[in-house]
């Protein structure tokens, strides 16, 4: 199982902080965001990951180098331009998986959560899944949420369900890109319409977790993050 670290957003509502340092290096307790992700992923026993990135993605790379001092290795997929979250994935396929039935996960990096990656990865995927989606209860500047999951079945609908927030946080089967290359040929495309068709077909299953989550969109955000790890609220 490999892992994917998205990390090319451009971080605009994060400025001024993210004029010199890219989202993903922003401390969370004197640890950059990314970091805690890479933790918790080698913590899980997934240590081959890849890290895509745009703006100053160079310093990623100089922080983080091929990953020995966490006890990982870290492939990098370098975008010109961000590709949005689907365009992404679909460019660095290739080092995530040999065939499109494989799985691996997707980390957003700007997200901090407390899950145990493990708990996405069983049981294995039906075989006609796409994927499994960490959701979350919708936060104060979410009401509305992303999608329904239906708790009896633990599959995500469109027309009924809990209302509820994608994490950014996956387990994905490469078969969900199938058609992307003829779809998008600019290669620049997201994330959510193919949720969308996965979903219509009965084929994403979906977790509600319960524990803390908080998408760092802004440096309000980040400094109330903050606040709670170094009081010892999350870990």
């Not at 993210?18 to 004197?30: I, R």
């Not at 708990?119 to 936060?139: A, I, S, T, Y």
């Not at 290669?187 to 959510?192: E, P, S």
Request: one cysteine or more.
């Amino acid at each position: 199982m490999k892992a994917m670290i998205l990390a090319a957003g451009l971080g605009t509502r994060m400025r001024p902080l993210t004029l010199t340092t890219p989202k993903p290096l922003l401390p969370v307790a004197d640890k950059p965001l990314i970091q805690w992700h890479i933790e918790r992923l080698v913590n899980a026993g997934i240590t081959d990951l890849v890290i895509n990135h745009a703006w100053l993605g160079e310093q990623i790379e100089d922080y983080l180098g091929k990953g020995e001092a966490l006890g990982c290795h870290i492939h990098y997929s370098a975008e010109g331009e961000p590709l949005e979250t689907g365009g992404g994935i679909f460019r660095a396929l290739p080092l995530l998986i040999d065939s499109p039935g494989e799985c691996f996960l997707v980390v957003n990096a700007d997200v901090f959560c407390d899950v145990s990656f493990s708990d996405l990865l069983q049981p294995e995927l039906k075989c006609n899944d796409l994927g499994r989606l960490l959701m979350v209860d919708n936060p104060d500047w979410h009401p509305n949420g992303d999608f329904l999951l239906d708790e009896s079945t633990g599959y995500l609908q469109t027309d009924h369900g809990r209302s509820l927030t994608y994490s950014g946080i996956s387990l994905l089967s490469g078969r969900l890109f199938e058609g992307c290359a003829e779809n998008y040929p600019e290669g620049v495309f997201g994330l959510a319409p193919l949720l969308r068709q996965a979903i219509t077909r009965n084929q994403l299953q979906a977790i509600r977790h319960k524990g803390f989550w908080s998408d760092i969109g802004t440096p309000e955000r980040l400094s109330a993050v903050n606040e709670k790890v170094k009081a010892g609220d999350i870990a």
